[in-house]
């Protein structure tokens, strides 16, 4: 089918659950809207997935080839909060291989948004990042968890961390950035205004760049946002492993590992 909504009105003992049965195909936007309620087994070719609610999830499923129809963003959403991205595979939406910056991402929020669960997807080949969240927000998205993905290959960066706040990046397998027109090829990106952010036991590798926390924007004066990095393995990498700059924010680097840093 083209667009479809599928929305509900559960609660957590009854959620409304839409099942696909053969992962039917949509070529459109698919919106998963109410209270309580989860997607699984469908494949959006070509289309967008947009969340609007509380309590929501979709789990089990594709979503590939986003040109741009709809958006630029291959699953999003905002005004929501208790959302769950469950073992999807999310690939290939727009030219990840382009010479030009296109800013096509996997996963994205907007706020107002609380509560966003990013767990055990692959995600790769998209034109800017495989998670990207708070760009331009003022840290209205809080409370995001992205935990045990692997991220591989993208144009920019695997996790781009810009205006949000209480983020976590957990136990996720990174590799195979490099440098590009728009991106200093670094598999983890922290800038902007993140509030509370936490890097931890992540599994880095094979990328120009480990983790890089840049300097803050204008969403921060007045404030002294922390980002720790804890437990993470970072190897074989072309040029720092780990790198920082800019003023007014602390970085705690705690029991990380670095080898084969050119």
């Known amino acids: 089918g083209g667009s479809r909504t599928f929305t509900g009105s559960g609660t957590a003992g009854n959620p409304v659950i839409f099942r696909g049965i053969g992962n039917p195909i949509f070529t459109g936007q698919v919106t998963i809207s109410g209270s309580y309620v989860i997607v699984e087994n469908i494949i959006v070719n070509g289309g967008i997935v947009r969340f609007s609610g509380n309590h929501l999830e979709m789990r089990n499923s594709e979503v590939r080839n986003n040109q741009g129809a709809f958006s630029r963003t291959a699953i999003s959403g905002s005004s929501s909060s208790d959302v769950v991205l469950f073992r999807n595979l999310i690939h290939d939406n727009v030219q990840w291989q382009s010479s030009a910056e296109n800013d096509y991402h996997g996963i994205s929020a907007s706020g107002p948004f609380q509560r966003l669960w990013i767990l055990e997807n692959e995600m790769y080949h998209h034109g800017g990042d495989s998670v ?59 800038h902007y205004c993140p509030i509370n952010s936490h890097i931890i036991n992540n599994l880095i590798y094979d990328s120009q760049i480990g983790i890089s926390s840049s300097s803050n924007s204008s969403a921060c004066t007045g404030l002294t946002p922390m980002t720790r990095y804890m437990g993470n393995v970072v190897r074989d990498i072309l040029g720092n492993g780990f790198q920082t700059w800019g003023s007014n924010k602390v970085t705690q680097l705690v029991g990380n590992t670095f080898y084969n840093i050119a």
């Open 132 to 190: 990207q969240v708070g760009h331009g927000g003022g840290n209205q998205v809080t409370n995001v968890y992205v935990g045990r993905n692997i991220m591989h290959h993208d144009r920019e960066n695997a996790v781009d961390i810009k205006e949000a706040s209480n983020f976590v990046v957990s136990e996720n397998t990174m590799y195979g950035y490099r440098s590009t027109g728009s991106s200093e090829g670094a598999a983890v990106v922290v």
